[in-house]
T-cell receptor
């Protein structure tokens, strides 16, 4: 049973460039979540999918951010025209949408540094 | 709006002793879930324990137990027999109703002293 994987683990980019992150959830999980975590804070919700449908987006998800989960399996998060304020850890999690607890299992994260 | 408050930025505990990490929450939902996660310095978030709002008994998972006081809206994590490997950030989180996303607190940094 493999866990949630994320690639790349680290990304350094220059301001104004576009970046894309990938998340592969636990295979039987139909929900996939994206969070952002800045230093000294807890993760903040960005968006989540159930199967291929994007069900909720946070107001933190500006127009420069887009997420997809085209076949209900892996997901990508793209940030266009990156800004220094986008520097953070981007966490992906997955879960089932049924069951008693709905606990989310997290990947190792992608650390983005915008210079 | 839902909110999680963790008032202890940092805690120290002696190895083999028990420690309680505080968490209070605010929600208008009747049905919700409360979670604790551990985040070591390596960065991954590790699920520890879950408590449902309708669960009458406090949740336990090995050395972890959740002291759930619904009227006080508190969900404190108790770690018994602390180990050096317990040194990490601990986050309390909740979801509510049909919402899938988790709302996290700011975390508590636990340091276990030998």
């Amino acid at each position: 049973d493999t866990g949630v994987s994320q690639n790349p683990r680290h990304k350094i980019t220059k301001r104004g460039q576009n970046v894309t992150f990938r998340c592969d959830p636990i295979s039987e999980h139909n929900r996939l979540y994206w969070y952002r975590q800045t230093l000294g804070q807890g993760p903040e919700f960005l968006t989540y999918f159930q199967n291929e449908a994007q069900l909720e987006k946070s107001r933190l998800l500006s127009d420069r951010f887009s997420a997809e989960r085209p076949k209900g399996s892996f997901s990508t998060l793209e940030i266009q025209r990156t800004e220094q304020g986008d520097s953070a850890m981007y966490l992906c999690a997955s879960s089932l949408s049924w069951g008693p607890t709905y606990e989310q299992y997290f990947g190792p994260g992608t650390r983005l540094t915008v210079t | 709006a839902q909110k999680i408050t963790q008032t202890q930025p940092g805690m120290f505990v002696q190895e083999k002793e028990a420690v309680t990490l505080d968490c209070t929450y605010d929600t208008s939902d009747q049905s919700y879930g409360l979670f604790w996660y551990k985040q070591p310095s390596s960065g991954e978030m590790i699920f520890l324990i879950y408590q449902g709002s309708y669960d009458e008994q406090n949740a336990t998972e090995g050395r972890y137990s959740l002291n759930f006081q619904k009227a006080r809206k508190s969900a404190n994590l108790v770690i018994s027999a602390s180990q050096l490997g317990d040194s990490a950030m601990y986050f309390c989180a909740m979801n509510g109703g049909s919402q899938g996303n988790l709302i996290f607190g700011k975390g508590t940094k636990l340091s276990v002293k030998p």
